[in-house]
């Protein structure tokens, strides 16, 4: 049976401290390879050779070595120099003319097992460039747009080394068949405005590529829908009127755009206002997806809750109409009738929300009277009706 070959590798590592990090390299046969890098200082001066000694012990059979000397100057690490190793014990000089700090990589290679790769920790470099990252800032006051709309996009760049060399950018629309480059251009203020108009495509991205004195450069760019619908062109159902409850009362509408119902919470969100006491409320319906852009806001009704009316006595020629109260309202509209459907009415009004009943009088002898009521509830200029009552009928004396 082929026996499974394994790497012990152990990486041990001297700055401050020694680490130890073994593998194996066959089941009958475990040898211990050891990386020992050590630089002669833990700082050093730009122009001042960088030295560390290294040692590769306990490899049996072929290897093979290299090293990556990087050096960090501020924003990324540059490869500053590489090589061979050609002996397992030696010492690597580099001189960095740049940067604020230095690191080696060695790498071991080993035909019958894993690679070996290992970061010495970094070193510190005194009087030499620092540079300051790039920044770019983007935003819109829009995540998707309609086709045709202009798309806003408000940029920021700050950061970098001297003077920017070149701030270019690129308004992109992605659709079906590839891509459009619909906008192209430099700009010449690190604060300001992109505008551009995608005619078609599902998505746009505007990019920004900025490249500063030294050479560094960084590109940023932020996504925007495209082909979206406007919430403003939606059929919205009715809000009936909604009887008071005392807590915040939230009707839900029915959207729906050329012929298609959107639903809550994917395709748009609903928020309230004066949606408690009696009174006009509101609802505004915004978009909550890459489909659809722009809100719209309906009103309905919060009117007092329905009246119970009690009771009907009849007297000589008059009859007594009693109700239960609602504090809550400003008064009372009854109508009475002798037809069941109301078209021949009389109304009379009660404009004291504590009063219970009244006395409705010079009625016909025998006739058959219908009587419902409803409250009301002054805000502003405008009355609030509640539903009627329930109808009850009584025969006059």
């Known amino acids: 049976m082929k026996l499974m070959k394994r790497v012990l590798i152990t990486l041990m590592v001297f700055i401050l401290a020694t680490t130890t990090v073994p593998y194996s390299l066959a089941e009958e046969q475990t040898n211990t390879v050891t990386i020992t890098a050590r630089f002669t200082k833990s700082?050093?001066?730009?122009?001042?050779?960088?030295?560390?000694?290294?040692?590769?012990?306990?490899?049996?059979?072929?290897?093979?070595?290299?090293?990556?000397?990087?050096?960090?100057?501020?924003i990324e690490y540059w490869l500053e120099d590489s090589d061979w190793l050609d002996e397992a014990t030696g010492t690597i000089t580099f001189m960095p003319e740049y940067g604020s700090?230095?690191?080696?990589?060695?790498?071991?290679?080993?035909?019958?097992?894993?690679?070996?790769?290992?970061?010495?920790?970094d070193i510190t470099l005194t009087g030499g460039i620092s540079y300051t990252p790039i920044v770019v800032k983007m935003s819109s006051d829009k995540t998707a747009y309609q086709l045709g709309q202009t798309i806003t996009v408000n940029y920021q760049i700050s950061g970098g080394t001297g003077k920017y060399d070149s701030i270019e950018y690129y308004g992109?629309?992605?659709?079906?068949?590839?891509?459009?480059?619909?906008?192209?251009?430099?700009?010449?203020s690190p604060k300001g405005t992109i505008?551009?108009?995608?005619?078609?495509?599902?998505?746009?991205?505007?990019?920004?590529?900025?490249?500063?004195?030294?050479?560094?450069?960084?590109?940023?760019?932020?996504?925007?829908?495209?082909?979206?619908?406007s919430l403003k062109k939606a059929t919205v159902s009715v809000i009936a009127d909604q009887a008071y409850t005392g807590k915040a009362i939230q009707p839900k509408p029915t959207i729906t755009i050329d012929g298609k119902t959107l639903r809550e919470g994917r395709d748009y969100k609903l928020t309230y206002k004066n949606n408690k006491d009696i009174g006009t409320a509101t609802v505004t319906i915004k978009a909550n997806s890459e489909n659809y852009v722009d809100s719209i806001s309906k009103t309905f009704k919060i009117i007092p809750k329905k009246v119970t009316l009690s009771s009907l006595k009849p007297g000589?020629?008059?009859?007594?109409?009693?109700?239960?109260?609602?504090?809550k309202v400003t008064g009372y509209q009854i109508q009475y009738s002798t037809k069941k459907d109301f078209k021949s009415k009389k109304s009379?009004?009660?404009?004291?929300?504590?009063?219970?009943?009244?006395?409705?009088?010079?009625?016909?002898?025998?006739?058959?009277?219908?009587?419902?009521?409803?409250?009301?509830?002054?805000?502003?200029?405008?009355?609030?009706?509640?539903?009627?009552s329930t109808v009850l009928k009584v025969k006059i004396k």
Not at 102 to 114: E, K, L, W
Not at 176 to 182: M, R
Request: proline letters at 3%.
């Open 172 to 188: 992109i629309g992605y659709h079906e068949n590839g891509t459009d480059q619909i906008s192209y251009g430099t700009l010449t």
């Open 348 to 388: 009379i009004t009660v404009k004291d929300s504590k009063t219970i009943k009244t006395e409705i009088k010079k009625l016909t002898k025998g006739k058959t009277y219908y009587v419902r009521i409803r409250s009301y509830k002054t805000v502003g200029k405008e009355k609030f009706y509640s539903a009627w």
């Open 101 to 121: 700090a230095a690191h080696i990589t060695f790498y071991v290679y080993n035909d019958d097992g894993p690679d070996c790769e290992f970061t010495t920790p």
């Open 43 to 74: 700082s050093f001066a730009i122009g001042e050779p960088v030295v560390c000694n290294y040692s590769i012990t306990g490899i049996t059979g072929e290897f093979y070595a290299s090293y990556h000397c990087m050096v960090f100057d501020g």
């Open 316 to 327: 000589s020629k008059k009859m007594t109409v009693k109700w239960k109260k609602d504090s």
């Open 195 to 229: 505008s551009y108009t995608p005619k078609r495509g599902y998505m746009s991205f505007c990019w920004i590529i900025v490249t500063d004195s030294v050479g560094h450069h960084i590109e940023e760019s932020i996504a925007l829908y495209l082909g979206v619908k």
